[in-house]
């Protein structure tokens, strides 16, 4: 099956910078990517995804970049704020598939 | 009015007690799902459901069931507890199709002794 790998489990940046995440997957089959985000002690939700059509989404400060055949993609938070400080889950299925797989979460933690 | 609710939201169980968490959607969505998370592993899927009526193993069903009476309603079993099954777990609802989002309840801290 599918394999989501995260390759930062804690991320630190000083406010205003970029921060970037990186993911892996394993089965060249997926074609939806979620990222979702988990402030402390809350649940998590959905932030942003990108679909294998495209290489590159962005919605606000957020943008995805996705490399099919390096089967990675990256998830990049610019002018990061404080309330950007989180987990950070990427994820990995197919279309129409009812399973994601996840990876294991990156810890963002934004400094003064 | 959150569209994902899980009860209860902390429990307490003895070793070989039956556990049972309990999840509602009120997103009507047809897929339910039941997540366990621990740290270095992130999220983990139990067991998942198509509708009602349906349960479906996911990656890591050893020691739980799950039940999906309803559309709305999809509950989590361990028979047995042991105190391995000590976790957070995050029941979650979505749609196949154009939209795969999933929508998260609040989350389930469990605690085996």
């Known amino acids: 099956g599918e394999k989501v790998e995260q390759h930062e489990s804690t991320l630190s940046v000083r406010e205003g910078d970029s921060a970037v995440i990186n993911c892996t997957y394993t089965d060249t089959a997926s074609s939806y990517f979620p990222w979702y985000k988990q402030e402390a002690g809350k649940s998590l939700h959905f932030v942003i995804d990108i679909r294998s059509n495209v290489d590159r989404k962005q919605s606000q400060r957020l943008i995805v970049l996705l490399d099919k055949k390096a089967k990675r993609f990256s998830l990049h938070i610019t002018a990061t704020q404080p309330e950007d400080s989180a987990i950070y889950f990427c994820?990995?299925?197919?279309?129409?598939?009812?399973?994601?797989?996840f990876g294991a979460g990156t810890k963002l933690t934004i400094k003064p | 009015e959150a569209a994902v609710t899980q009860s209860p939201r902390n429990k307490v169980a003895v070793t070989g007690g039956k556990v049972t968490l309990s999840c509602n959607q009120t997103n009507n969505h047809n897929n339910m799902y039941w997540y366990r998370q621990d740290t270095g592993h992130g999220l983990r899927l139990i067991h998942y459901?198509?509708?009602?009526?349906?349960?479906e193993k996911g990656d890591i069903p050893d020691g739980y069931k799950a039940s999906r009476p309803s559309q709305e309603n999809f509950s989590l079993i361990l028979e047995l507890a042991t105190p391995s099954q000590t976790s957070v777990y995050f029941c979650?609802?979505?749609?196949?199709?154009?939209?795969?989002?999933?929508?998260f309840g609040p989350g389930t801290r469990l605690l085996v002794l």
């Open positions: 994820a990995a299925t197919n279309y129409g598939n009812e399973k994601i797989t």
């Open positions: 459901s198509y509708g009602a009526g349906s349960t």
């Open positions: 979650a609802s979505g749609d196949a199709g154009d939209q795969d989002t999933q929508y």
